[in-house]
Protein backbone atom coordinates (compact mmCIF):
# COMPACT_ATOMS: atom_id res chain seq x y z
CA UNK A 1 0.00 0.00 0.00
CA UNK A 2 1.54 3.10 -1.17
CA UNK A 3 0.74 6.10 1.36
CA UNK A 4 1.02 9.98 0.80
CA UNK A 5 -0.64 9.77 -2.60
CA UNK A 6 -2.52 13.16 -2.10
CA UNK A 7 -1.95 16.19 -0.20
CA UNK A 8 1.86 14.77 0.50
CA UNK A 9 2.87 13.58 -2.69
CA UNK A 10 6.04 15.89 -2.66
CA UNK A 11 6.62 14.55 1.08
CA UNK A 12 9.60 12.46 -0.54
CA UNK A 13 11.13 15.01 -2.62
CA UNK A 14 14.04 17.51 -1.56
CA UNK A 15 12.40 21.21 -0.79
CA UNK A 16 8.94 19.37 -1.00
CA UNK A 17 7.71 23.60 -1.16
CA UNK A 18 9.23 24.54 -3.93
CA UNK A 19 7.94 25.03 -6.97
CA UNK A 20 10.20 22.79 -8.87
CA UNK A 21 9.02 20.04 -6.48
CA UNK A 22 5.70 20.62 -7.17
CA UNK A 23 5.55 20.41 -11.19
CA UNK A 24 7.99 17.62 -11.01
CA UNK A 25 5.23 15.67 -9.61
CA UNK A 26 2.71 16.74 -12.46
CA UNK A 27 1.60 20.02 -10.33
CA UNK A 28 0.21 23.37 -11.94
CA UNK A 29 -0.39 21.26 -15.09
CA UNK A 30 -4.33 20.49 -14.49
CA UNK A 31 -4.55 24.00 -14.19
CA UNK A 32 -2.88 24.70 -17.43
CA UNK A 33 -5.03 22.06 -18.79
CA UNK A 34 -8.10 23.43 -17.87
CA UNK A 35 -7.28 27.35 -18.95
CA UNK A 36 -5.50 25.80 -22.47
CA UNK A 37 -8.77 23.35 -23.04
CA UNK A 38 -11.54 26.13 -21.78
CA UNK A 39 -13.01 23.10 -19.38
CA UNK A 40 -16.63 23.30 -18.56
CA UNK A 41 -17.20 24.15 -15.31
CA UNK A 42 -19.86 22.01 -14.82
CA UNK A 43 -17.87 19.11 -16.23
CA UNK A 44 -14.89 19.73 -13.39
CA UNK A 45 -17.99 19.57 -10.58
CA UNK A 46 -18.83 16.22 -12.14
CA UNK A 47 -15.39 14.98 -11.65
CA UNK A 48 -15.47 16.41 -7.69
CA UNK A 49 -18.75 14.78 -7.04
CA UNK A 50 -17.94 11.43 -8.93
CA UNK A 51 -14.80 11.21 -6.60
CA UNK A 52 -16.36 11.38 -3.76
CA UNK A 53 -14.40 13.88 -2.15
CA UNK A 54 -15.64 15.21 1.71
CA UNK A 55 -14.95 17.58 3.24
CA UNK A 56 -11.86 17.44 5.42
CA UNK A 57 -12.29 20.34 7.27
CA UNK A 58 -14.51 18.56 9.86
CA UNK A 59 -18.09 18.41 8.33
CA UNK A 60 -17.60 15.71 5.68
CA UNK A 61 -19.79 17.61 2.98
CA UNK A 62 -19.84 16.20 -0.23
CA UNK A 63 -17.29 18.87 -2.27
CA UNK A 64 -18.69 18.45 -5.64
CA UNK A 65 -21.82 19.31 -4.25
CA UNK A 66 -20.99 22.24 -2.40
CA UNK A 67 -19.54 24.17 -5.54
CA UNK A 68 -22.51 23.23 -7.55
CA UNK A 69 -24.57 25.44 -4.95
CA UNK A 70 -22.61 28.37 -6.37
CA UNK A 71 -24.55 31.00 -8.80
CA UNK A 72 -21.29 30.35 -10.88
CA UNK A 73 -22.53 32.59 -13.74
CA UNK A 74 -23.98 35.04 -11.58
CA UNK A 75 -21.91 38.42 -12.57
CA UNK A 76 -20.29 40.14 -9.68
CA UNK A 77 -18.16 39.73 -7.05
CA UNK A 78 -17.65 35.95 -5.80
CA UNK A 79 -14.83 34.74 -3.64
CA UNK A 80 -13.21 31.25 -2.62
CA UNK A 81 -11.85 31.12 0.56
CA UNK A 82 -9.62 28.10 2.09
CA UNK A 83 -9.54 27.81 5.83
CA UNK A 84 -6.25 27.34 7.53
CA UNK A 85 -7.70 27.98 10.75
CA UNK A 86 -6.69 24.68 12.11
CA UNK A 87 -7.19 24.89 15.66
CA UNK A 88 -9.16 22.20 16.71
CA UNK A 89 -7.41 20.20 19.42
CA UNK A 90 -5.47 17.31 18.21
CA UNK A 91 -5.54 18.34 14.40
CA UNK A 92 -2.04 19.16 12.76
CA UNK A 93 -2.60 18.53 9.36
CA UNK A 94 -3.03 21.45 7.10
CA UNK A 95 -0.11 23.27 9.08
CA UNK A 96 2.42 20.51 7.41
CA UNK A 97 0.15 20.62 4.10
CA UNK A 98 1.04 24.44 3.93
CA UNK A 99 4.66 24.05 5.19
CA UNK A 100 5.48 20.91 2.66
CA UNK A 101 2.79 21.39 -0.39
CA UNK A 102 1.72 24.96 -0.06
CA UNK A 103 1.61 25.14 -4.98
CA UNK A 104 -1.09 22.46 -4.07
CA UNK A 105 -3.57 24.39 -2.15
CA UNK A 106 -2.72 27.13 -4.78
CA UNK A 107 -3.70 25.26 -8.00
CA UNK A 108 -6.66 23.61 -5.82
CA UNK A 109 -7.78 27.51 -5.03
CA UNK A 110 -7.63 28.62 -8.88
CA UNK A 111 -9.21 25.62 -9.69
CA UNK A 112 -11.79 25.74 -7.60
CA UNK A 113 -12.08 29.65 -8.23
CA UNK A 114 -12.54 28.87 -12.26
CA UNK A 115 -15.31 26.40 -11.38
CA UNK A 116 -17.30 28.87 -8.85
CA UNK A 117 -16.88 31.85 -10.93
CA UNK A 118 -14.48 33.55 -8.51
CA UNK A 119 -12.04 35.87 -9.55
CA UNK A 120 -10.70 36.22 -6.22
CA UNK A 121 -9.45 34.57 -3.50
CA UNK A 122 -8.32 34.08 0.44
CA UNK A 123 -6.17 31.81 2.31
CA UNK A 124 -7.46 32.58 6.03
CA UNK A 125 -4.64 31.07 7.73
CA UNK A 126 -4.29 30.90 11.63
CA UNK A 127 -1.78 33.80 13.02
CA UNK A 128 0.50 31.44 15.20
CA UNK A 129 1.31 29.38 12.39
CA UNK A 130 4.25 31.85 11.17
CA UNK A 131 6.06 29.52 8.96
CA UNK A 132 2.88 28.29 7.37
CA UNK A 133 2.44 32.01 6.51
CA UNK A 134 5.80 32.79 5.66
CA UNK A 135 5.93 29.75 3.24
CA UNK A 136 2.61 30.40 1.55
CA UNK A 137 2.97 33.96 0.72
CA UNK A 138 6.92 32.83 -0.84
CA UNK A 139 5.04 30.26 -2.66
CA UNK A 140 2.13 32.92 -4.23
CA UNK A 141 5.12 34.77 -5.35
CA UNK A 142 6.20 32.11 -6.99
CA UNK A 143 2.67 31.51 -8.91
CA UNK A 144 2.86 34.98 -9.50
CA UNK A 145 5.65 34.98 -10.65
CA UNK A 146 4.87 31.71 -13.50
CA UNK A 147 2.17 33.71 -14.47
CA UNK A 148 -0.52 31.27 -12.54
CA UNK A 149 -2.03 34.75 -10.90
CA UNK A 150 -3.56 37.81 -12.07
CA UNK A 151 -4.98 38.96 -15.32
CA UNK A 152 -5.61 37.08 -18.07
CA UNK A 153 -4.03 34.10 -16.49
CA UNK A 154 -1.85 32.16 -19.79
CA UNK A 155 -3.52 34.16 -22.37
CA UNK A 156 -7.12 32.41 -20.98
CA UNK A 157 -8.70 35.23 -20.14
CA UNK A 158 -9.41 33.95 -16.42
CA UNK A 159 -8.61 36.46 -14.01
CA UNK A 160 -7.75 35.32 -10.56
CA UNK A 161 -6.11 36.95 -7.61
CA UNK A 162 -5.02 35.13 -4.52
CA UNK A 163 -3.99 36.39 -1.27
CA UNK A 164 -2.88 35.25 2.57
CA UNK A 165 -4.81 36.82 5.66
CA UNK A 166 -3.67 36.13 9.09
CA UNK A 167 -5.81 35.32 12.26
CA UNK A 168 -4.81 35.81 15.49
CA UNK A 169 -6.15 33.66 18.08
CA UNK A 170 -9.75 32.23 17.93
CA UNK A 171 -10.92 28.48 17.66
CA UNK A 172 -13.90 30.30 16.53
CA UNK A 173 -12.57 31.38 13.06
CA UNK A 174 -12.91 27.79 12.45
CA UNK A 175 -16.24 28.26 11.82
CA UNK A 176 -17.02 29.21 8.35
CA UNK A 177 -19.18 32.39 8.71
CA UNK A 178 -16.72 33.13 11.75
CA UNK A 179 -14.11 32.69 9.53
CA UNK A 180 -15.89 34.89 7.27
CA UNK A 181 -16.57 37.81 10.05
CA UNK A 182 -12.86 37.89 10.76
CA UNK A 183 -11.68 38.04 7.37
CA UNK A 184 -13.96 41.69 7.35
CA UNK A 185 -12.13 42.58 10.20
CA UNK A 186 -14.45 41.55 12.83
CA UNK A 187 -14.76 40.07 16.00
CA UNK A 188 -15.25 35.97 14.51
CA UNK A 189 -18.72 35.76 15.94
CA UNK A 190 -20.52 33.27 13.86
CA UNK A 191 -23.85 34.09 11.46
CA UNK A 192 -27.04 32.80 11.43
CA UNK A 193 -27.86 29.93 8.20
CA UNK A 194 -29.44 30.68 6.11
CA UNK A 195 -28.70 32.35 4.24
CA UNK A 196 -25.28 30.45 3.25
CA UNK A 197 -22.30 31.51 1.98
CA UNK A 198 -23.09 30.07 -1.74
CA UNK A 199 -25.64 32.91 -1.52
CA UNK A 200 -24.38 35.20 0.99
CA UNK A 201 -20.71 34.62 2.12
CA UNK A 202 -17.47 37.11 1.90
CA UNK A 203 -18.54 41.37 2.10
CA UNK A 204 -22.33 39.56 1.16
CA UNK A 205 -21.39 37.88 -2.10
CA UNK A 206 -21.11 34.53 -2.86
CA UNK A 207 -18.24 32.69 -1.36
CA UNK A 208 -17.35 29.07 -0.65
CA UNK A 209 -15.03 28.14 1.72
CA UNK A 210 -13.32 25.02 2.00
CA UNK A 211 -10.83 23.17 3.93
CA UNK A 212 -6.91 23.27 3.08
CA UNK A 213 -6.82 19.59 2.24
CA UNK A 214 -9.90 19.54 0.78
CA UNK A 215 -8.84 22.03 -2.04
CA UNK A 216 -5.25 20.42 -2.49
CA UNK A 217 -6.91 17.39 -2.97
CA UNK A 218 -8.60 18.86 -6.12
CA UNK A 219 -5.60 18.95 -8.61
CA UNK A 220 -4.78 15.51 -7.59
CA UNK A 221 -8.03 14.39 -8.62
CA UNK A 222 -8.37 16.12 -11.78
CA UNK A 223 -4.64 14.48 -13.07
CA UNK A 224 -5.55 10.71 -11.82
CA UNK A 225 -9.04 11.19 -12.48
CA UNK A 226 -12.16 10.38 -10.19
CA UNK A 227 -12.41 6.79 -10.34
CA UNK A 228 -8.36 6.45 -9.25
CA UNK A 229 -8.84 9.12 -6.44
CA UNK A 230 -12.39 7.40 -5.14
CA UNK A 231 -11.14 3.51 -5.50
CA UNK A 232 -7.79 5.18 -3.00
CA UNK A 233 -10.67 4.99 -0.54
CA UNK A 234 -14.36 3.27 -0.03
CA UNK A 235 -17.69 3.83 -1.83
CA UNK A 236 -19.00 7.20 -0.34
CA UNK A 237 -16.05 7.93 0.89
CA UNK A 238 -13.11 8.93 -1.99
CA UNK A 239 -9.70 9.13 -1.38
CA UNK A 240 -6.57 9.03 0.97
CA UNK A 241 -7.18 11.13 4.09
CA UNK A 242 -4.78 12.51 6.72
CA UNK A 243 -4.81 11.11 10.33
CA UNK A 244 -2.67 13.63 12.85
CA UNK A 245 -2.44 10.17 15.17
CA UNK A 246 -1.17 12.10 18.57
CA UNK A 247 -1.36 11.59 22.50
CA UNK A 248 0.13 7.65 23.78
CA UNK A 249 1.49 6.17 20.06
CA UNK A 250 5.15 5.29 19.86
CA UNK A 251 5.61 7.66 17.10
CA UNK A 252 3.01 10.25 16.62
CA UNK A 253 3.20 12.16 13.35
CA UNK A 254 0.80 12.61 10.63
CA UNK A 255 -0.18 9.80 8.19
CA UNK A 256 -1.60 10.11 4.82
CA UNK A 257 -3.71 6.45 4.38
CA UNK A 258 -6.60 5.32 2.00
CA UNK A 259 -9.98 6.31 3.84
CA UNK A 260 -11.11 2.79 5.07
CA UNK A 261 -8.08 1.48 6.68
CA UNK A 262 -8.64 -0.37 9.74
CA UNK A 263 -8.01 1.57 12.94
CA UNK A 264 -5.50 -1.36 14.10
CA UNK A 265 -3.29 -0.51 10.75
CA UNK A 266 -3.49 2.81 11.39
CA UNK A 267 -2.16 2.49 14.71
CA UNK A 268 0.58 0.23 13.95
CA UNK A 269 1.79 2.81 11.37
CA UNK A 270 1.88 4.85 13.84
CA UNK A 271 4.10 2.47 16.39
CA UNK A 272 1.47 1.40 18.72
CA UNK A 273 0.37 2.18 22.16
CA UNK A 274 3.74 3.22 24.40
CA UNK A 275 5.24 1.31 26.39
CA UNK A 276 3.18 -1.25 25.14
CA UNK A 277 0.42 -0.30 27.15
CA UNK A 278 -3.36 -1.11 26.76
CA UNK A 279 -5.05 0.86 24.71
CA UNK A 280 -7.96 2.70 26.37
CA UNK A 281 -9.82 4.81 23.99
CA UNK A 282 -10.10 7.02 21.34
CA UNK A 283 -10.87 10.56 20.21
CA UNK A 284 -11.02 9.94 16.48
CA UNK A 285 -11.84 13.32 14.91
CA UNK A 286 -10.68 15.78 17.26
CA UNK A 287 -11.79 16.61 20.46
CA UNK A 288 -15.43 17.83 20.06
CA UNK A 289 -15.96 14.14 18.13
CA UNK A 290 -17.40 11.59 20.92
CA UNK A 291 -14.75 9.28 22.50
CA UNK A 292 -14.90 5.96 21.63
CA UNK A 293 -13.68 2.83 24.16
CA UNK A 294 -10.50 0.47 22.64
CA UNK A 295 -12.89 -2.42 21.82
CA UNK A 296 -15.07 -0.72 19.54
CA UNK A 297 -12.17 1.55 18.11
CA UNK A 298 -10.34 -1.64 17.35
CA UNK A 299 -13.38 -2.89 15.22
CA UNK A 300 -13.82 0.70 13.39
CA UNK A 301 -12.49 1.46 9.76
CA UNK A 302 -10.84 4.59 9.44
CA UNK A 303 -13.78 6.12 7.27
CA UNK A 304 -16.48 8.94 7.30
CA UNK A 305 -19.23 5.61 7.05
CA UNK A 306 -16.96 3.35 9.27
CA UNK A 307 -16.65 5.88 12.20
CA UNK A 308 -19.83 6.72 12.19
CA UNK A 309 -20.79 3.33 12.77
CA UNK A 310 -19.03 3.58 15.66
CA UNK A 311 -20.85 6.17 17.01
CA UNK A 312 -18.54 8.99 16.40
CA UNK A 313 -17.35 11.52 13.68
CA UNK A 314 -14.11 11.26 11.18
CA UNK A 315 -14.04 15.13 12.03
CA UNK A 316 -10.86 16.33 10.57
CA UNK A 317 -9.10 13.26 10.74
CA UNK A 318 -7.59 13.74 14.19
CA UNK A 319 -7.01 10.60 16.15
CA UNK A 320 -6.50 11.38 20.10
CA UNK A 321 -5.46 7.98 21.28
CA UNK A 322 -5.55 7.32 25.19
CA UNK A 323 -3.60 4.37 26.98
CA UNK A 324 -4.66 2.76 30.21
CA UNK A 325 -3.21 5.05 32.42
CA UNK A 326 -5.24 8.04 31.11
CA UNK A 327 -7.65 9.51 33.88
CA UNK A 328 -10.97 9.95 31.60
CA UNK A 329 -12.11 12.93 34.31
CA UNK A 330 -8.91 14.61 33.90
CA UNK A 331 -8.77 14.45 30.34
CA UNK A 332 -12.27 15.37 30.03
CA UNK A 333 -11.88 18.34 32.49
CA UNK A 334 -9.44 19.38 29.53
CA UNK A 335 -11.22 19.84 26.58
CA UNK A 336 -14.19 21.31 28.71
CA UNK A 337 -12.12 24.03 29.31
CA UNK A 338 -11.07 24.42 25.86
CA UNK A 339 -14.71 24.66 24.90
CA UNK A 340 -15.36 27.27 27.83
CA UNK A 341 -12.04 29.62 27.20
CA UNK A 342 -13.24 29.37 23.56
CA UNK A 343 -17.25 30.50 23.16
CA UNK A 344 -17.35 33.42 21.44
CA UNK A 345 -19.99 34.33 23.88
CA UNK A 346 -23.05 35.28 21.53
CA UNK A 347 -25.56 32.47 22.43
CA UNK A 348 -26.00 32.17 25.92
CA UNK A 349 -26.69 28.13 26.04
CA UNK A 350 -22.79 27.98 24.98
CA UNK A 351 -22.04 30.82 26.94
CA UNK A 352 -23.09 30.18 30.42
CA UNK A 353 -23.47 26.29 29.91
CA UNK A 354 -19.70 25.55 28.29
CA UNK A 355 -18.49 27.66 32.21
CA UNK A 356 -20.57 24.75 33.74
CA UNK A 357 -19.74 21.86 32.48
CA UNK A 358 -16.21 22.44 33.35
CA UNK A 359 -16.92 23.85 36.62
CA UNK A 360 -18.87 20.93 37.19
CA UNK A 361 -16.33 18.75 35.85
CA UNK A 362 -13.48 20.48 37.74
CA UNK A 363 -14.94 19.94 41.36
CA UNK A 364 -15.27 16.42 40.51
CA UNK A 365 -11.60 16.11 39.28
CA UNK A 366 -10.62 17.90 42.79
CA UNK A 367 -12.29 15.77 44.52
CA UNK A 368 -15.72 18.03 45.44
CA UNK A 369 -17.62 16.30 43.51
CA UNK A 370 -21.75 15.34 44.36
CA UNK A 371 -23.84 12.52 43.57
CA UNK A 372 -26.06 14.61 41.61
CA UNK A 373 -22.98 16.28 39.08
CA UNK A 374 -23.09 13.71 36.61
CA UNK A 375 -27.23 13.70 35.73
CA UNK A 376 -26.37 17.76 36.09
CA UNK A 377 -23.70 17.53 32.94
CA UNK A 378 -25.68 15.30 30.96
CA UNK A 379 -28.80 18.45 31.41
CA UNK A 380 -26.37 20.97 31.01
CA UNK A 381 -24.82 19.28 27.92
CA UNK A 382 -28.41 18.32 26.30
CA UNK A 383 -29.79 22.61 27.14
CA UNK A 384 -26.46 23.34 25.39
CA UNK A 385 -26.92 20.60 21.93
CA UNK A 386 -29.02 22.59 19.16
CA UNK A 387 -29.40 25.31 20.84
CA UNK A 388 -26.91 27.83 19.68
CA UNK A 389 -26.00 29.31 16.17
CA UNK A 390 -22.87 27.25 15.51
CA UNK A 391 -21.50 24.00 16.14
CA UNK A 392 -19.23 24.86 18.90
CA UNK A 393 -22.20 24.46 21.51
CA UNK A 394 -22.89 21.05 19.71
CA UNK A 395 -18.93 20.46 19.61
CA UNK A 396 -18.55 21.39 23.61
CA UNK A 397 -21.61 18.71 24.25
CA UNK A 398 -20.84 15.87 22.28
CA UNK A 399 -17.13 15.01 24.82
CA UNK A 400 -19.01 15.47 28.18
CA UNK A 401 -21.67 13.12 27.32
CA UNK A 402 -19.94 10.72 25.52
CA UNK A 403 -17.38 10.64 28.26
CA UNK A 404 -19.83 9.93 31.33
CA UNK A 405 -21.57 7.42 28.55
CA UNK A 406 -18.63 5.19 28.27
CA UNK A 407 -16.54 5.90 31.24
CA UNK A 408 -19.46 6.77 33.90
CA UNK A 409 -17.82 4.17 36.68
CA UNK A 410 -14.73 6.29 36.62
CA UNK A 411 -16.67 9.63 36.93
CA UNK A 412 -18.79 7.91 39.68
CA UNK A 413 -15.71 6.81 41.64
CA UNK A 414 -14.17 10.05 41.39
CA UNK A 415 -16.97 11.29 43.24
CA UNK A 416 -17.65 8.52 45.66
CA UNK A 417 -14.08 8.21 46.91
CA UNK A 418 -12.59 11.58 46.03
CA UNK A 419 -9.92 10.73 44.55
CA UNK A 420 -8.74 8.85 41.16
CA UNK A 421 -9.79 5.32 39.70
CA UNK A 422 -6.70 5.07 37.21
CA UNK A 423 -3.13 4.77 39.51
CA UNK A 424 -0.60 7.70 37.89
CA UNK A 425 2.17 6.22 35.61
CA UNK A 426 5.09 7.19 38.06
CA UNK A 427 3.30 4.87 40.87
CA UNK A 428 2.96 2.12 38.13
CA UNK A 429 6.97 2.91 37.10
CA UNK A 430 7.75 2.15 40.75
CA UNK A 431 5.80 -0.56 41.33
CA UNK A 432 6.30 -2.37 38.06
CA UNK B 1 12.27 47.40 16.41
CA UNK B 2 11.11 50.04 18.51
CA UNK B 3 10.56 53.56 17.05
CA UNK B 4 8.32 56.28 18.27
CA UNK B 5 5.07 56.10 16.05
CA UNK B 6 3.39 59.29 14.89
CA UNK B 7 -0.15 58.81 16.97
CA UNK B 8 -2.14 61.67 16.25
CA UNK B 9 -2.73 63.89 13.25
CA UNK B 10 -3.11 63.59 9.75
CA UNK B 11 -3.85 60.28 7.95
CA UNK B 12 -0.68 61.03 5.99
CA UNK B 13 1.16 61.37 8.83
CA UNK B 14 0.12 58.41 11.05
CA UNK B 15 2.81 55.88 12.29
CA UNK B 16 5.90 56.19 10.27
CA UNK B 17 6.77 55.76 6.53
CA UNK B 18 7.58 51.52 6.82
CA UNK B 19 4.94 50.79 9.04
CA UNK B 20 2.40 53.34 6.60
CA UNK B 21 3.57 50.66 3.59
CA UNK B 22 2.91 47.87 4.79
CA UNK B 23 -0.36 48.85 6.10
CA UNK B 24 -1.44 50.42 2.54
CA UNK B 25 0.22 47.33 0.75
CA UNK B 26 -2.41 45.15 2.86
CA UNK B 27 -5.50 47.63 2.58
CA UNK B 28 -4.41 46.61 -1.19
CA UNK B 29 -5.35 43.22 -0.55
CA UNK B 30 -9.31 44.05 -0.54
CA UNK B 31 -11.61 45.34 -2.29
CA UNK B 32 -12.15 49.14 -2.55
CA UNK B 33 -13.74 49.95 0.46
CA UNK B 34 -13.49 47.30 2.53
CA UNK B 35 -10.32 48.70 4.71
CA UNK B 36 -11.50 47.19 8.04
CA UNK B 37 -10.45 43.53 6.63
CA UNK B 38 -7.02 44.48 7.09
CA UNK B 39 -7.40 45.26 10.77
CA UNK B 40 -5.99 42.09 12.33
CA UNK B 41 -2.60 41.97 9.78
CA UNK B 42 -2.68 46.12 10.55
CA UNK B 43 -2.56 45.05 14.52
CA UNK B 44 0.13 42.70 14.01
CA UNK B 45 2.19 44.96 12.22
CA UNK B 46 1.56 47.51 14.99
CA UNK B 47 1.79 45.06 17.80
CA UNK B 48 5.24 43.97 16.42
CA UNK B 49 6.65 47.49 16.08
CA UNK B 50 5.66 48.75 19.42
CA UNK B 51 7.66 46.48 22.23
CA UNK B 52 4.56 43.79 21.59
CA UNK B 53 1.96 45.16 22.93
CA UNK B 54 -1.14 47.49 21.45
CA UNK B 55 -1.93 50.70 23.56
CA UNK B 56 -5.28 52.80 23.15
CA UNK B 57 -3.71 55.14 21.37
CA UNK B 58 -1.70 52.65 18.53
CA UNK B 59 -5.28 51.26 18.41
CA UNK B 60 -7.02 54.93 17.63
CA UNK B 61 -4.68 55.92 15.54
CA UNK B 62 -4.99 52.77 13.26
CA UNK B 63 -9.02 53.47 13.24
CA UNK B 64 -8.18 56.79 11.75
CA UNK B 65 -5.77 55.32 9.54
CA UNK B 66 -8.50 52.46 7.84
CA UNK B 67 -11.04 55.01 8.46
CA UNK B 68 -13.34 53.00 10.69
CA UNK B 69 -14.61 53.07 14.15
CA UNK B 70 -12.13 53.18 17.02
CA UNK B 71 -14.87 50.89 18.89
CA UNK B 72 -13.97 48.55 15.44
CA UNK B 73 -10.27 48.18 16.70
CA UNK B 74 -10.93 47.26 20.24
CA UNK B 75 -13.88 44.87 19.58
CA UNK B 76 -10.64 42.42 17.61
CA UNK B 77 -8.27 43.35 19.57
CA UNK B 78 -10.24 42.19 22.49
CA UNK B 79 -11.30 39.34 20.59
CA UNK B 80 -8.37 37.69 19.98
CA UNK B 81 -5.97 36.24 22.00
CA UNK B 82 -2.35 36.99 19.91
CA UNK B 83 -3.07 40.77 20.91
CA UNK B 84 -1.42 42.48 23.90
CA UNK B 85 -3.38 45.19 25.48
CA UNK B 86 -0.96 45.58 28.30
CA UNK B 87 3.32 45.68 28.01
CA UNK B 88 4.98 42.71 27.92
CA UNK B 89 8.28 41.08 28.12
CA UNK B 90 11.04 40.92 25.77
CA UNK B 91 10.15 37.48 24.63
CA UNK B 92 6.63 35.65 24.75
CA UNK B 93 6.02 32.13 25.21
CA UNK B 94 3.01 30.13 25.02
CA UNK B 95 3.05 26.77 26.01
CA UNK B 96 0.09 24.37 24.97
CA UNK B 97 -1.70 22.64 27.40
CA UNK B 98 -4.52 21.13 25.49
CA UNK B 99 -5.73 17.78 25.37
CA UNK B 100 -2.74 15.66 22.83
CA UNK B 101 0.07 17.98 24.58
CA UNK B 102 -1.37 17.11 28.23
CA UNK B 103 -1.45 13.39 27.72
CA UNK B 104 2.36 13.93 26.65
CA UNK B 105 3.61 15.72 29.53
CA UNK B 106 2.62 19.24 29.01
CA UNK B 107 1.96 19.56 32.91
CA UNK B 108 5.74 18.79 33.38
CA UNK B 109 6.83 21.38 30.59
CA UNK B 110 4.40 23.63 32.50
CA UNK B 111 5.42 23.20 35.73
CA UNK B 112 8.99 23.77 34.88
CA UNK B 113 8.82 27.02 33.01
CA UNK B 114 7.44 28.47 36.23
CA UNK B 115 9.74 27.09 38.31
CA UNK B 116 12.89 28.24 36.17
CA UNK B 117 11.14 31.89 35.32
CA UNK B 118 10.08 32.27 38.89
CA UNK B 119 6.78 33.17 37.44
CA UNK B 120 2.49 31.91 36.44
CA UNK B 121 1.05 32.11 33.37
CA UNK B 122 -0.16 35.85 32.12
CA UNK B 123 2.94 37.03 34.31
CA UNK B 124 6.13 38.65 32.93
CA UNK B 125 9.49 38.30 34.60
CA UNK B 126 11.06 41.17 36.86
CA UNK B 127 14.06 41.34 33.69
CA UNK B 128 11.50 41.91 31.82
CA UNK B 129 13.05 39.07 29.36
CA UNK B 130 9.89 36.83 29.04
CA UNK B 131 6.25 36.41 29.58
CA UNK B 132 5.04 33.27 29.84
CA UNK B 133 1.02 31.97 28.11
CA UNK B 134 -0.94 29.38 28.68
CA UNK B 135 -2.38 28.84 25.09
CA UNK B 136 -5.35 26.25 23.70
CA UNK B 137 -4.22 24.28 20.64
CA UNK B 138 -1.24 25.12 18.63
CA UNK B 139 -2.13 23.08 16.07
CA UNK B 140 1.40 20.28 16.48
CA UNK B 141 -0.49 18.25 18.50
CA UNK B 142 1.82 15.02 16.99
CA UNK B 143 4.79 17.13 18.33
CA UNK B 144 3.06 17.37 22.05
CA UNK B 145 4.18 18.87 24.15
CA UNK B 146 5.06 21.80 22.34
CA UNK B 147 5.70 25.75 23.02
CA UNK B 148 5.62 28.98 21.28
CA UNK B 149 9.10 31.02 22.04
CA UNK B 150 8.24 34.22 19.59
CA UNK B 151 7.56 33.33 16.34
CA UNK B 152 9.15 29.87 16.53
CA UNK B 153 7.29 26.32 17.28
CA UNK B 154 9.22 24.01 19.32
CA UNK B 155 8.00 20.26 19.93
CA UNK B 156 8.41 16.84 21.78
CA UNK B 157 9.64 19.09 24.70
CA UNK B 158 11.26 17.96 27.87
CA UNK B 159 12.60 19.78 30.93
CA UNK B 160 16.35 19.90 29.77
CA UNK B 161 15.28 20.86 25.70
CA UNK B 162 13.37 23.74 27.50
CA UNK B 163 16.68 24.54 29.87
CA UNK B 164 18.47 24.65 26.61
CA UNK B 165 16.17 26.52 24.83
CA UNK B 166 16.33 29.26 27.89
CA UNK B 167 19.64 29.34 27.92
CA UNK B 168 20.06 30.53 24.11
CA UNK B 169 17.30 33.52 24.23
CA UNK B 170 19.36 36.68 24.34
Redo the contacts between chains.
Sequence with gaps: MQLDQVCFRTMHLDQPWSMESYRSVGGYQMLEKILREKTRQETIIEIIKNSALRGRGGAGFPTGLKWSFMPRRMPG?KYIVCNSD???????K??DIIRFNPHQVIEGMIIAGYTIGAQ?GYNYI??????PIERFEQALIEAREAGYLGKNILNSGFNFEL?C???????ICGEETALLE???????QPRYKPPFPAGYGL?GRPTTVNNTETLASVPVILQHGADWFHELGTPNNGGQKIF?????VNK???YEVPLGMPFAELLELAGGVRNGNKLKAV?PGG?STPVVPADVMMQTAMSYDGIGKAGSMLGAG?V???DET?CMV??LE??AY?YY??S?GQCTPCREGTGWLYRVIKRIEDGQGRQEDLDRLIDVANNINGNTICALGDAAAAPVISFIKHFRDEFQYHIDHKCCLVSEPELKLNYG | MTTALQLTGHRDQLFNQVIRQQLDSWISKYPPGQSQSAVIPALHILQDSHDGWLSEGLMRALADYLEIPAISVFEVATFYTMFELKPVGKHKISVCTNISCLLCGSEEIANHLQKRLGIGFGQTTADGKFTLKEVECLGACVGAPMLLLDRQYHEHLTPDKVDALLGEVK
Design positions: DEGEPGTCDRRRGEFFEFHPGAGAYSLEGKKGYCMSGHPGNISSIVMTKARIFEEC
